[in-house]
Nanobody, 114 residues
């Protein structure tokens, strides 16, 4: 299984980014997926999840600003991020929303300047 995240970058506070994750080596539709992030000096945290059926969930810190989606045919999981602030600065990863994870990919860096 390979997880290839992209779409990160440097953005001003209040701006938007759209992250994409291409998941290869599995049938994506069989798995609940999530977007995670790890800020410097902090533990990795789950910010958004999407079930096999398309139900979504969000951490309180991003609720109303982030939107997760999936396209099983394209083997992609996306994260639309709006109204970004400095606290959103982190490396973002996609992976299973499960206690059992795939091997982590490299992630994509998001930096929000205030």
């Amino acid at each position: 299984v390979q997880l290839q995240a992209s779409g990160g970058g440097l953005v001003q506070a209040g701006g938007s980014l759209r992250l994409s994750c291409v998941v290869s080596g599995i049938s994506l539709g069989n798995y609940d997926m999530g977007w995670y992030r790890q800020a410097p000096g902090k533990q990795r945290e789950l910010v958004a999840g999407i079930s096999r059926g398309g139900s979504t969930s969000y951490a309180d810190s991003v609720k109303g600003r982030f939107a997760i989606s999936r396209d099983n045919a394209k083997k992609m999981v996306n994260l639309q991020m709006n109204s970004l602030n400095a606290e959103d600065t982190a490396v973002y990863y996609c992976n299973r929303e499960s206690a059992v994870k795939f091997l982590w990919g490299q992630g994509t860096q998001v930096t929000v300047s205030s």
